[in-house]
């Protein structure tokens, strides 16, 4: 008799709405832990000096609006080319600061005018050799010297060799 009683009460707890609402609830926990991102691990800060070059002057005015284009290439390499840099001779320097933490990028661009009478430039060029064949998620930033962002931009590249994204500071 006691078999009958203990059969009803579980066919009587496995009909009740809360048994399906427990039950989803812990579903749902399962799922959110599965898809749980797993920690990025440090933050890595990596410096670099450009190379910088005159590419694109008609008759004393700049052509090129300021961008930042990235090409991947077979080896896992990337170029980062900036373009648009204005007030910068070829006795000036630009230098990036790069944070990076995961797939999470930041760079911070760092711009030395130079002296006046140097010719003018208007690239810099990086090779960022540290990327995996992964999906990054970037962040560019243009800075002063006080710190003051003046232009900066964002984007997802995934280092694939061919890939060529290029994406305007504003």
Do not use: W
Not at 44 to 52: D, K, Q
Not at 132 to 145: K, V, W
Not at 152 to 169: C, D, Q, W, Y
Request: hydrophobic fraction near 45%; include cysteine.
């Amino acid at each position: 008799m006691s078999f009958n009683k203990n059969i009803m009460l579980l066919a009587s707890i496995l009909q009740s709405v809360e048994f399906y609402v427990i039950a989803v609830t812990i579903a749902a926990m399962v799922v959110a832990l599965c898809g749980k991102r797993a920690a990025p691990g440090p933050v890595r800060e990596i410096l670099l000096s450009g190379v910088i070059s005159r590419e694109k002057v008609c008759d004393g005015t700049h052509l090129v609006e300021p961008a930042i284009e990235f090409i991947c290439f077979d080896d896992g390499s990337v170029v980062l080319r900036r373009h648009g840099l204005t007030d910068v001779t070829d006795r000036g320097a630009v230098s990036l600061a790069i944070e990076l933490k995961g797939f999470d990028v930041v760079i911070r661009e760092r711009i030395v005018s130079g002296r006046e009478d140097g010719m003018p430039v208007d690239t810099a060029s990086f090779i960022l050799d540290f990327m995996a064949p992964e999906h990054y998620f970037i962040t560019y930033r243009s800075e002063l010297p006080s710190g003051a962002v003046v232009m900066a931009s964002s984007l997802t590249l995934h280092n694939r060799p061919g890939i060529h994204v290029t994406k305007r500071l504003i």
